[in-house]
């Protein structure tokens, strides 16, 4: 019986390095790389955590140097973000932050530095639609109605469609296009949903054109009604 068991062992150990001489190699790669893989996966996640980190400290900096109103700090603090840590959310809501200081300064070319920056670095498609339609703002005020228009019919997340069609409105509007405007604001009456109150304020625009809204159809009715 031992000397079965023995060969039946020795049969099963000739397998068995039978076996890892033919495929152990391949299989020492596979894991050797599955583990290199799990090391490069955590040091990535890592490397975004410190990122993210120093990113947000120096998105704090430019916060304090817009709210003490220290131009020099904004500038300074808004140029480091942008040299090291540009693909980064605190990035593009730093951006957003300082274009909002410069239009409350009526500091309008600054204004648009920073949003032309987060349109074309941020990583995220909010942020470049948001900086999109504030730039868009910024050209109205300056009066550059074609540049604004042209912002305007750019690319824009399906989700940003309809208030990018009611901006679009009011710079034909102020075109003198009042025809095309009207069309603008249709387009975006129906994009915004119904539970967003902003529709309500393209139903405004549309019925100080002559366009009667579905909404106000229904208002007048009631009213007769009563």
Do not use: C
Request: net charge negative.
């Amino acid at each position: 019986m031992a000397t079965h068991l023995d060969l039946e062992e020795q049969e099963q150990l000739d397998q068995i390095k039978h076996f890892w001489s033919k495929w152990g190699t391949p299989i020492t790669g596979v894991a050797v790389v599955v583990m290199a893989s799990f090391a490069a996966w955590n040091g990535y996640h890592f490397w975004q955590q410190r990122q993210a980190l120093q990113a947000s400290a120096l998105a704090d900096a430019v916060v304090v140097a817009v709210n003490s109103g220290d131009k020099a700090r904004v500038t300074q603090a808004f140029d480091a973000i942008k040299a090291d840590y540009s693909s980064t959310i605190q990035a593009s809501q730093a951006a957003l932050l300082v274009a909002q200081a410069a239009v409350n300064n009526d500091q309008l070319p600054e204004a648009k530095s920073a949003l032309q920056w987060a349109a074309e670095h941020s990583k995220d498609e909010g942020y470049q639609a948001t900086a999109k339609l504030r730039m868009a703002a910024v050209l109205m005020e300056e009066k550059d109605l074609d540049a604004a228009a042209a912002v305007l019919r750019g690319s824009f997340p399906v989700e940003f469609k309809g208030l990018v069609a009611d901006r679009l409105g009011d710079v034909l509007q102020q075109q003198g296009q009042p025809n095309e405007a009207v069309t603008a604001y249709q387009e975006a009456w129906k994009l915004l949903a119904p539970q967003v109150d902003y529709r309500a304020l393209v139903g405004f625009k549309l019925n100080a054109l002559g366009v009667v809204t579905p909404e106000t159809v229904s208002v007048n009715s009631s009213e007769t009604n009563k």
